[in-house]
């Protein structure tokens, strides 16, 4: 039915007649494509899933891990907070 599929862009070689550089003059590329495994064509959800984890395994600034896991355990204890969890089952009994 093609409803999910994405549309998949044209590409076209053309070259400029004077044009003496390499490549092509026209060639649009984000600054840190060089960097990123996550934005390569896209393989569905799980390998979109299993490319963005892999991405954030390897990634060398520990402090963005660090940041990343303490914005989610806020946001999971004012998850918790919301729905009216009783925190207490996690402290001992006197």
Known sequence: MGLMKLKKNRKFNYKPRYYKGEGSPYELKHKFDDYRTAIHPAKGIKGKLNAALDDYKHNQNDSVNKRV???????????LF??????????PNN
């Open 69 to 79: 896991l303490i914005i989610v355990a806020v946001l999971i204890f004012l998850f």
């Open 82 to 91: 919301i729905i009216g969890f009783d925190l207490s089952i996690f402290l």
